[in-house]
């Protein structure tokens, strides 16, 4: 098995003082989309931000390609391979498409493959990104995450207000990223279309990972990503065999 690129191991991430993530344990493999699903206020965003250094972890080990990262400022994370793809869609608005990316670069990264992704942003380099219609705008976010060459992206919430047809063809090139041998954590509100392109899924819920398994598990079954979202009786044993999938409640 390819050694993770990215791995959680009881992982706890406080907001303002009050603990919100407790005891999370995942890992993502380079060159795959590991999703991670659940409710409105699991917990998704803090353990990403817990990831980046944006919200302190308060117990647990975070290892980047093996070198434990929990302890580094977010700028150290970054430089060290941690891309993020925050919730709030930001971009420099009076800055243009391309000033947006040259000041996000670092190392080996280049605009060149981020206008190979992305022939919409290429067209519009010199067009201030206030201009953008929404999906340019992610886009232009993706991009500036990728332009510092990162081993490991974060990716939350990237269809939120964007149009069906736009946020398919973002996915699309969610699944190129991972083919670039990019290890892909990806947060989505419409669960389907991230298990269509996942390999692995982590369920939240209060803050716990409550599934783990492979996306094709819970692929097209409403009814038990409703039950595993907001709980409910648990299924038969039967169908808990797996052994790649573990699930439990949280304390
Ligand atoms: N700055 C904050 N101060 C205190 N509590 C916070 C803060 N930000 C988030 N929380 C709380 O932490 C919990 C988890 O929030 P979080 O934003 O991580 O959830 P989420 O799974 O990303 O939700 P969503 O799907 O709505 O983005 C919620 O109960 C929320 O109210
Ligand atoms: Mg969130």
Known sequence: MTAPALALDGVKVNRAEVPVV???????????????????????TTLMDGIAGLAPVKAGTIKLDGTPIEKLPPYKRARAGLGYVEQARTTFRTLTVEQNLIVSQSGDGDLGTVYKLFPELDKRRNLQAGHLSGGEQQMLVLGRALVSAPKVVLIDEMSLGLAPMVVRRLMGTVGELAGMGIAVV?????????????AHVHVLRKGGVVFSGPCEELRGDEDRLHRLYFGGPPLS?????????????PE
Request: aromatic residues 2%; charged residues 20%.
């Open 22 to 44: 407790h005891d999370v344990t995942l890992d993502a493999a380079p060159g795959a989309v590991t999703v991670v699903l659940g409710a409105n206020g699991a917990g998704k």
């Open 237 to 249: 044993a039967a169908t808990e065999k797996d052994s790649g999938t573990t699930e439990s409640e």
């Open 186 to 198: 990806l947060i989505e509100q419409f669960a389907n279309l991230a298990l269509d392109i996942g």
